[in-house]
Protein backbone atom coordinates (compact mmCIF):
# COMPACT_ATOMS: atom_id res chain seq x y z
CA UNK A 1 0.00 0.00 0.00
CA UNK A 2 1.14 3.79 -0.86
CA UNK A 3 1.43 6.13 1.28
CA UNK A 4 1.19 10.00 1.12
CA UNK A 5 4.16 11.79 2.02
CA UNK A 6 3.66 14.88 4.39
CA UNK A 7 3.86 17.66 1.33
CA UNK A 8 2.01 15.46 -1.09
CA UNK A 9 -0.89 15.06 1.92
CA UNK A 10 -0.69 19.16 3.12
CA UNK A 11 -0.96 20.32 -0.83
CA UNK A 12 -4.48 17.76 -1.28
CA UNK A 13 -5.81 19.37 1.63
CA UNK A 14 -4.75 23.32 0.46
CA UNK A 15 -6.73 22.09 -2.68
CA UNK A 16 -9.93 20.89 -1.21
CA UNK A 17 -10.10 24.23 1.03
CA UNK A 18 -9.47 26.54 -2.42
CA UNK A 19 -12.41 24.35 -4.10
CA UNK A 20 -14.99 24.91 -1.44
CA UNK A 21 -14.79 27.35 1.80
CA UNK A 22 -13.11 24.97 4.33
CA UNK A 23 -9.75 26.92 4.92
CA UNK A 24 -11.63 30.42 5.62
CA UNK A 25 -15.36 30.40 6.07
CA UNK A 26 -15.58 34.32 5.87
CA UNK A 27 -13.38 35.23 3.15
CA UNK A 28 -14.65 38.64 1.00
CA UNK A 29 -12.82 40.95 -2.15
CA UNK A 30 -11.29 44.04 -1.14
CA UNK A 31 -13.86 45.48 -3.13
CA UNK A 32 -16.67 44.14 -1.01
CA UNK A 33 -15.80 46.20 1.94
CA UNK A 34 -16.06 48.93 3.71
CA UNK A 35 -12.48 49.41 5.52
CA UNK A 36 -13.39 51.67 8.46
CA UNK A 37 -9.91 53.94 9.35
CA UNK A 38 -11.84 56.41 12.19
CA UNK A 39 -14.09 55.73 14.66
CA UNK A 40 -15.37 57.71 17.26
CA UNK A 41 -17.89 57.52 20.24
CA UNK A 42 -20.09 60.24 22.36
CA UNK A 43 -22.64 59.31 25.09
CA UNK A 44 -25.61 60.50 26.50
CA UNK A 45 -28.18 58.96 28.77
CA UNK A 46 -26.77 55.44 28.65
CA UNK A 47 -26.66 55.24 25.44
CA UNK A 48 -23.68 55.17 22.95
CA UNK A 49 -23.88 56.74 19.47
CA UNK A 50 -20.53 55.88 17.52
CA UNK A 51 -19.74 57.26 13.96
CA UNK A 52 -17.79 55.74 11.81
CA UNK A 53 -15.48 56.96 8.23
CA UNK A 54 -13.71 55.16 5.70
CA UNK A 55 -11.42 58.16 4.47
CA UNK A 56 -10.60 57.39 0.88
CA UNK A 57 -11.62 59.29 -2.76
CA UNK A 58 -13.33 60.93 -3.66
CA UNK A 59 -15.60 60.53 -0.69
CA UNK A 60 -15.30 59.24 2.57
CA UNK A 61 -18.15 57.30 3.81
CA UNK A 62 -19.60 58.09 7.37
CA UNK A 63 -21.82 55.39 9.05
CA UNK A 64 -23.35 56.15 12.81
CA UNK A 65 -25.16 53.93 14.48
CA UNK A 66 -26.54 54.40 18.64
CA UNK A 67 -27.18 51.63 21.13
CA UNK A 68 -26.15 51.17 24.54
CA UNK A 69 -22.99 49.07 23.86
CA UNK A 70 -20.21 50.16 21.45
CA UNK A 71 -20.42 46.35 19.99
CA UNK A 72 -24.09 46.81 19.16
CA UNK A 73 -23.87 49.92 17.66
CA UNK A 74 -20.46 49.11 15.40
CA UNK A 75 -22.60 45.61 14.31
CA UNK A 76 -25.74 47.48 13.61
CA UNK A 77 -23.88 49.56 11.17
CA UNK A 78 -24.06 46.62 8.75
CA UNK A 79 -27.87 47.15 8.06
CA UNK A 80 -26.79 50.88 6.49
CA UNK A 81 -25.28 49.30 3.60
CA UNK A 82 -26.89 46.36 1.43
CA UNK A 83 -23.17 45.41 -0.60
CA UNK A 84 -20.40 46.42 1.03
CA UNK A 85 -19.37 44.43 4.52
CA UNK A 86 -18.10 46.64 7.43
CA UNK A 87 -14.05 45.92 8.33
CA UNK A 88 -13.09 47.49 11.23
CA UNK A 89 -10.04 45.51 10.94
CA UNK A 90 -8.03 48.94 9.73
CA UNK A 91 -9.50 51.33 12.35
CA UNK A 92 -6.23 54.09 13.27
CA UNK A 93 -8.05 56.56 15.22
CA UNK A 94 -10.39 56.59 18.29
CA UNK A 95 -12.29 59.62 19.00
CA UNK A 96 -14.02 59.97 22.05
CA UNK A 97 -16.52 63.09 22.36
CA UNK A 98 -16.09 65.40 25.59
CA UNK A 99 -19.41 63.62 27.28
CA UNK A 100 -18.12 60.21 26.65
CA UNK A 101 -14.76 61.08 28.27
CA UNK A 102 -16.69 62.38 31.35
CA UNK A 103 -18.48 58.99 31.32
CA UNK A 104 -15.55 57.32 31.56
CA UNK A 105 -12.71 55.94 28.69
CA UNK A 106 -12.62 52.59 30.05
CA UNK A 107 -15.42 50.93 28.54
CA UNK A 108 -14.01 52.01 25.26
CA UNK A 109 -10.50 50.64 26.31
CA UNK A 110 -12.35 47.69 26.84
CA UNK A 111 -13.61 47.30 23.63
CA UNK A 112 -10.10 48.01 22.02
CA UNK A 113 -8.67 44.88 23.99
CA UNK A 114 -11.32 42.72 23.50
CA UNK A 115 -12.43 42.78 20.17
CA UNK A 116 -11.14 40.50 17.83
CA UNK A 117 -11.51 43.22 15.04
CA UNK A 118 -9.71 46.22 16.79
CA UNK A 119 -6.26 46.65 17.94
CA UNK A 120 -4.30 48.59 20.42
CA UNK A 121 -2.29 50.32 17.99
CA UNK A 122 -5.33 52.70 17.63
CA UNK A 123 -4.68 56.54 18.10
CA UNK A 124 -6.97 57.88 20.94
CA UNK A 125 -8.20 61.81 20.93
CA UNK A 126 -10.63 63.23 23.28
CA UNK A 127 -12.98 65.91 21.36
CA UNK A 128 -12.31 69.19 23.30
CA UNK A 129 -15.65 70.98 23.81
CA UNK A 130 -17.79 68.93 21.05
CA UNK A 131 -18.31 65.01 19.93
CA UNK A 132 -16.95 62.54 18.02
CA UNK A 133 -19.66 62.64 15.40
CA UNK A 134 -19.23 66.56 14.94
CA UNK A 135 -15.76 66.11 14.69
CA UNK A 136 -15.91 63.11 12.22
CA UNK A 137 -18.93 64.43 10.25
CA UNK A 138 -18.07 67.91 9.77
CA UNK A 139 -14.16 68.04 9.47
CA UNK A 140 -12.43 67.49 6.18
CA UNK A 141 -15.73 66.37 4.44
CA UNK A 142 -13.93 66.28 0.30
CA UNK A 143 -10.36 64.45 -0.37
CA UNK A 144 -9.43 61.78 2.66
CA UNK A 145 -12.02 63.45 5.61
CA UNK A 146 -11.27 63.12 8.68
CA UNK A 147 -9.06 60.43 8.14
CA UNK A 148 -6.22 62.38 6.20
CA UNK A 149 -6.67 65.52 9.44
CA UNK A 150 -5.64 63.05 12.16
CA UNK A 151 -2.85 61.29 10.04
CA UNK A 152 -1.32 64.56 9.55
CA UNK A 153 -2.04 66.33 12.81
CA UNK A 154 -0.57 63.29 14.53
CA UNK A 155 2.72 63.98 13.32
CA UNK A 156 2.62 67.94 13.11
CA UNK A 157 1.83 67.84 17.20
CA UNK A 158 5.13 65.28 18.08
CA UNK A 159 6.74 67.85 15.66
CA UNK A 160 6.12 70.74 17.34
CA UNK A 161 5.87 69.45 20.87
CA UNK A 162 1.89 70.40 21.09
CA UNK A 163 1.13 67.13 22.54
CA UNK A 164 1.59 63.69 21.90
CA UNK A 165 -0.71 61.25 20.74
CA UNK A 166 -0.93 57.77 22.54
CA UNK A 167 -1.92 54.56 21.37
CA UNK A 168 -5.16 52.79 22.89
CA UNK A 169 -2.81 50.02 24.75
CA UNK A 170 -0.55 53.02 26.04
CA UNK A 171 -3.43 55.16 27.69
CA UNK A 172 -5.19 51.70 29.09
CA UNK A 173 -1.48 50.31 30.46
CA UNK A 174 -0.59 54.15 32.26
CA UNK A 175 -4.20 54.13 33.44
CA UNK A 176 -3.44 50.85 35.39
CA UNK A 177 -0.29 51.82 36.53
CA UNK A 178 -0.60 55.51 37.21
CA UNK A 179 -4.19 55.76 38.00
CA UNK A 180 -4.18 58.82 35.23
CA UNK A 181 -2.52 59.99 31.96
CA UNK A 182 -2.61 62.63 29.04
CA UNK A 183 -4.40 61.91 25.90
CA UNK A 184 -3.89 64.22 22.75
CA UNK A 185 -7.14 66.75 23.01
CA UNK A 186 -8.67 68.22 19.98
CA UNK A 187 -11.27 70.32 19.03
CA UNK A 188 -13.24 71.23 15.77
CA UNK A 189 -12.70 74.74 14.65
CA UNK A 190 -13.61 76.85 11.62
CA UNK A 191 -11.39 77.81 9.07
CA UNK A 192 -10.99 81.63 7.78
CA UNK A 193 -9.86 83.13 4.31
CA UNK A 194 -10.66 80.17 3.04
CA UNK A 195 -10.73 79.07 -0.94
CA UNK A 196 -13.51 78.31 -2.92
CA UNK A 197 -13.93 74.39 -2.39
CA UNK A 198 -12.08 74.54 0.73
CA UNK A 199 -13.76 72.81 3.93
CA UNK A 200 -14.51 75.64 6.44
CA UNK A 201 -14.36 73.29 9.14
CA UNK A 202 -11.35 71.49 10.27
CA UNK A 203 -9.41 69.94 13.41
CA UNK A 204 -6.88 71.44 15.64
CA UNK A 205 -4.78 70.30 18.52
CA UNK A 206 -5.63 71.18 21.80
CA UNK A 207 -3.11 70.70 24.30
CA UNK A 208 -3.88 67.22 26.44
CA UNK A 209 -6.80 66.31 28.00
CA UNK A 210 -6.01 64.79 31.66
CA UNK A 211 -7.36 61.75 32.49
CA UNK A 212 -8.09 60.71 36.21
CA UNK A 213 -9.54 57.32 37.80
CA UNK A 214 -10.38 56.75 33.92
CA UNK A 215 -12.53 60.05 33.25
CA UNK A 216 -12.26 63.26 31.73
CA UNK A 217 -10.66 65.41 34.48
CA UNK A 218 -9.75 68.72 33.01
CA UNK A 219 -7.15 69.70 30.18
CA UNK A 220 -3.71 71.95 29.21
CA UNK A 221 -3.20 73.88 26.41
CA UNK A 222 -0.87 73.83 24.13
CA UNK A 223 1.52 75.78 25.90
CA UNK A 224 1.19 73.35 28.80
CA UNK A 225 1.22 70.47 26.95
CA UNK A 226 5.06 71.67 25.76
CA UNK A 227 5.74 71.56 29.73
CA UNK A 228 4.57 67.87 30.29
CA UNK A 229 6.28 66.90 27.39
CA UNK A 230 9.38 67.99 28.83
CA UNK A 231 8.87 66.41 32.17
CA UNK A 232 7.36 62.91 30.38
CA UNK A 233 10.91 63.27 27.80
CA UNK A 234 8.47 63.93 24.75
CA UNK A 235 9.70 67.29 23.17
CA UNK A 236 9.84 67.47 19.25
CA UNK A 237 11.60 70.31 17.73
CA UNK A 238 9.88 73.24 19.60
CA UNK A 239 10.71 76.98 18.75
CA UNK A 240 11.10 79.35 21.65
CA UNK A 241 10.22 82.82 21.26
CA UNK A 242 12.13 85.09 23.85
CA UNK A 243 13.36 88.52 24.04
CA UNK A 244 16.87 89.15 22.91
CA UNK A 245 17.63 92.20 24.89
CA UNK A 246 17.64 94.72 22.61
CA UNK A 247 14.09 95.36 22.22
CA UNK A 248 13.49 92.43 19.43
CA UNK A 249 12.77 89.17 19.85
CA UNK A 250 14.77 85.70 18.63
CA UNK A 251 13.52 82.25 17.66
CA UNK A 252 15.46 79.32 19.28
CA UNK A 253 14.79 76.07 17.74
CA UNK A 254 14.61 73.28 20.52
CA UNK A 255 17.18 70.67 19.02
CA UNK A 256 16.62 68.22 22.16
CA UNK A 257 15.59 68.12 25.83
CA UNK A 258 16.65 65.94 28.87
CA UNK A 259 15.02 64.95 31.94
CA UNK A 260 16.36 63.56 35.54
CA UNK A 261 14.56 63.19 38.77
CA UNK A 262 16.66 63.41 41.82
CA UNK A 263 14.78 62.06 45.03
CA UNK A 264 16.23 62.68 48.59
CA UNK A 265 15.36 59.86 51.53
CA UNK A 266 15.23 60.32 55.15
CA UNK A 267 14.20 57.62 57.21
CA UNK A 268 12.30 55.66 55.26
CA UNK A 269 10.67 59.27 53.86
CA UNK A 270 10.99 60.62 51.08
CA UNK A 271 11.55 64.16 52.02
CA UNK A 272 12.09 65.59 48.46
CA UNK A 273 12.64 65.94 44.77
CA UNK A 274 14.96 67.88 42.30
CA UNK A 275 13.76 67.83 38.90
CA UNK A 276 16.53 68.73 36.29
CA UNK A 277 16.16 69.72 32.87
CA UNK A 278 18.85 70.63 29.85
CA UNK A 279 17.43 71.73 26.46
CA UNK A 280 20.14 71.84 23.22
CA UNK A 281 19.24 75.17 21.35
CA UNK A 282 20.04 76.56 18.14
CA UNK A 283 19.27 79.88 16.77
CA UNK A 284 16.94 80.25 14.05
CA UNK A 285 16.22 84.07 13.95
CA UNK A 286 17.27 87.46 15.46
CA UNK A 287 17.04 90.96 15.26
CA UNK A 288 19.21 92.91 13.41
CA UNK A 289 20.28 95.21 15.70
CA UNK A 290 21.65 92.16 18.58
CA UNK A 291 24.46 90.11 18.46
CA UNK A 292 24.99 87.07 19.36
CA UNK A 293 28.87 87.08 19.50
CA UNK A 294 28.60 89.35 22.64
CA UNK A 295 28.16 87.23 25.84
CA UNK A 296 25.97 89.43 27.59
CA UNK A 297 23.35 88.84 24.34
CA UNK A 298 23.87 84.95 24.69
CA UNK A 299 23.35 84.82 28.08
CA UNK A 300 19.95 87.21 27.73
CA UNK A 301 18.66 84.36 24.78
CA UNK A 302 19.40 81.55 27.44
CA UNK A 303 17.86 82.78 30.38
CA UNK A 304 14.67 83.31 28.09
CA UNK A 305 14.66 80.11 27.43
CA UNK A 306 15.17 78.79 30.52
CA UNK A 307 12.82 81.07 32.32
CA UNK A 308 10.05 80.19 29.33
CA UNK A 309 10.33 76.81 30.00
CA UNK A 310 10.35 76.73 33.57
CA UNK A 311 7.62 78.73 34.04
CA UNK A 312 5.51 75.69 31.27
CA UNK A 313 7.21 73.23 34.03
CA UNK A 314 5.93 74.87 37.35
CA UNK A 315 2.17 75.13 35.89
CA UNK A 316 2.02 71.69 34.57
CA UNK A 317 3.22 70.58 38.46
CA UNK A 318 0.59 72.87 40.50
CA UNK A 319 -2.02 71.80 37.52
CA UNK A 320 -0.74 67.61 38.64
CA UNK A 321 -0.47 68.58 42.34
CA UNK A 322 -3.83 70.49 43.15
CA UNK A 323 -5.55 67.18 41.36
CA UNK A 324 -3.63 64.60 42.79
CA UNK A 325 -2.84 63.19 39.41
CA UNK A 326 0.47 62.49 38.63
CA UNK A 327 -0.10 62.24 34.65
CA UNK A 328 3.21 62.92 33.66
CA UNK A 329 4.24 59.41 35.17
CA UNK A 330 7.31 60.90 37.61
CA UNK A 331 6.74 58.46 40.09
CA UNK A 332 7.23 56.02 37.50
CA UNK A 333 10.72 57.83 37.01
CA UNK A 334 11.39 58.24 40.48
CA UNK A 335 10.95 54.73 41.31
CA UNK A 336 13.33 53.58 38.23
CA UNK A 337 16.38 55.35 39.75
CA UNK A 338 16.11 53.48 43.57
CA UNK A 339 13.41 50.93 43.31
CA UNK A 340 14.14 49.37 46.99
CA UNK A 341 14.21 52.85 48.60
CA UNK A 342 10.81 54.22 46.75
CA UNK A 343 8.78 50.80 47.84
CA UNK A 344 9.99 51.02 51.23
CA UNK A 345 8.77 54.34 51.94
CA UNK A 346 6.46 54.97 54.58
CA UNK A 347 3.78 56.67 52.44
CA UNK A 348 2.75 55.69 48.91
CA UNK A 349 3.37 57.97 46.19
CA UNK A 350 -0.23 58.88 45.43
CA UNK A 351 -0.05 60.28 49.03
CA UNK A 352 2.80 62.25 49.09
CA UNK A 353 2.93 63.83 45.27
CA UNK A 354 0.28 66.77 46.19
CA UNK A 355 2.54 68.03 48.64
CA UNK A 356 5.96 67.01 48.00
CA UNK A 357 8.94 69.23 48.53
CA UNK A 358 9.56 70.09 44.61
CA UNK A 359 12.97 71.84 43.21
CA UNK A 360 12.47 72.19 39.28
CA UNK A 361 15.80 73.34 37.00
CA UNK A 362 15.78 74.03 33.57
CA UNK A 363 19.65 74.74 32.04
CA UNK A 364 20.07 75.76 28.46
CA UNK A 365 23.21 75.68 26.17
CA UNK A 366 22.98 77.95 22.94
CA UNK A 367 24.15 76.34 19.61
CA UNK A 368 25.78 78.69 17.25
CA UNK A 369 24.22 77.17 13.83
CA UNK A 370 26.24 79.91 12.07
CA UNK A 371 29.17 78.67 13.08
CA UNK A 372 30.35 75.37 10.65
CA UNK A 373 32.48 74.23 13.74
CA UNK A 374 29.34 73.83 15.63
CA UNK A 375 30.96 75.92 18.71
CA UNK A 376 28.63 75.57 21.74
CA UNK A 377 28.47 78.05 23.98
CA UNK A 378 27.71 77.47 27.66
CA UNK A 379 25.17 78.55 29.96
CA UNK A 380 22.61 78.14 32.61
CA UNK A 381 20.47 79.23 35.14
CA UNK A 382 18.43 77.11 37.72
CA UNK A 383 14.59 78.02 39.15
CA UNK A 384 12.40 76.91 41.86
CA UNK A 385 9.14 75.88 41.42
Known amino acids: MKKLCPAALLLLLLLAGCSGRWIYSDYREIDQMELIQALGADEERGRITVTASTGGLPEPVVLRSTSVSMSRAMRQMQDYTSRKYIFFGHTAHLLLGEAAAEQGVEKYLEHMERSVEMRLNTFLYVVRGGTAQEAISSAGKSGD ?12 VQLMSESH ?5 ETAEMLAEQGCCLAAAIS ?14 TLSAAGYAILKDGRLAGYLDQDLARGANLLMGLSGEDILEVPDGSGG ?7 RSRVSYLPEYRDRELTGLRIRVKLDCSMDELSPSADTRDPETREKLIAGAEELELERIRCVLEKSRSLAADFCGIGKHVRAGRPLAFD ?14 LEAEVSCRLL ?15 GAA
Open 249 to 255: WAALRLI
Open 344 to 357: AAAETWEKRFPTLP
Open 145 to 156: GVVDLLTSLEKD
Open 188 to 201: LVRQEDILAGEDPL
Open 368 to 382: QTRDKSGTVFPGGRE
Open 165 to 169: VFTCG
